[in-house]
């Protein structure tokens, strides 16, 4: 019996100086975080439908990246509930900035244009010389129709470019976990944070035609977003999704087509009017707290 009383005594002071000294877990909540996005995409379902053609149109992302800086504020103050593991609170982000730079070939109805343009190369390029000529007479010469290896719609695609820019803030809720805060080693400082929020944010679209011509158009894009890191003292691993659509408005003079150009280019037929886009992007985050 005075064994165990002893024990328990033992237990309860030790008990008494993990919980003085947990509180120090749920320090280090302000900091800064560098996202790399692994996957966007900017879709249109309704693309051109003032032409009578509702084609679904997607761009999908070569790269991004983003930066946010901000502060969670936990709740209760010092210890938190079930032993000390669990808090609740508000995530600010503070300051909010995205990037992203967009492959140059969409998706067109579901069809890959560069899948496209790889079938025709296949016809009209590769090791094969083929030229409309070898149809024989009516066709032309071979220097008029001069197809060689060249894949055209790439060539006609190479100047084409689309990033997206999107600057703003964002709050919501957050809840944050210590599973291991009963031990008395640096295991203790373990969290789990699981977040959300409401994110307005300004974004520009900046695309370049077939020309190299340069257009823009923004949105007020409110956006949402979901995710989760782990967080060891100052150090911070984490994962996200963000969903967001608006209506784009031109910011740009629009394109100027005549005789030698009768044909509007991509520009010339959006920027007449109010283009929705939705994205969705997919990025893992790391970052630092202090």
Not at 77 to 82: I, L
Request: hydrophobic fraction near 35%; glycine fraction near 14%.
């Amino acid at each position: 019996m005075r064994r165990f009383l002893l024990a328990a005594a033992c237990g309860l002071v030790a008990l008494g100086a993990y919980s003085q000294g947990d509180a120090s877990i749920w320090k280090n909540n302000k900091g800064i975080t560098i996202g790399f996005i692994t996957h966007q995409s900017l879709n249109n379902d309704d693309f051109l439908g003032e032409l009578g053609v509702k084609t679904p149109f997607q761009y999908n992302s070569s790269y991004g990246f983003s930066f946010t800086s901000g502060n969670t504020y936990l709740w209760p103050k010092g210890e938190g509930w079930a032993g000390n593991r669990i808090k609740v609170g508000v995530d600010v982000r503070w300051f909010d900035v995205s990037f992203v730079k967009y492959s140059k070939y969409p998706k067109i109805g579901g069809v890959d244009l560069k899948d496209f343009a790889n079938a025709v190369d296949n016809v009209f390029g590769g090791d094969d010389y083929w030229s409309p000529s070898d149809f024989g007479d009516g066709w032309g010469d071979d220097e008029d129709y001069d197809y060689g290896e060249e894949d055209y719609l790439d060539s006609f695609v190479d100047k084409i470019g689309n990033m997206q820019v999107q600057i703003g803030m964002g709050v919501g809720p957050q809840v944050s976990i210590a599973p291991l805060a009963h031990l008395d080693n640096a295991a203790r400082f373990l969290r789990v944070n699981i977040y959300g929020h409401f994110d307005p944010q300004t974004s520009v679209v900046i695309s370049k035609d077939y020309q190299g011509d340069l257009h823009g158009s923004w949105a007020f894009l409110p956006t949402w977003d979901f995710g989760g890191n782990i967080q060891w003292k100052n150090f911070v691993v984490g994962v996200e999704g963000r969903w967001g659509s608006a209506k784009y408005s031109d910011i740009s003079q629009g394109g100027d087509y005549g005789y030698e150009d009768e044909l509007p280019g991509l520009d010339d037929l959006i920027s007449s009017r109010k283009v929705s886009w939705r994205n969705a992007s997919f990025r893992v985050n790391v970052g630092f707290r202090f």
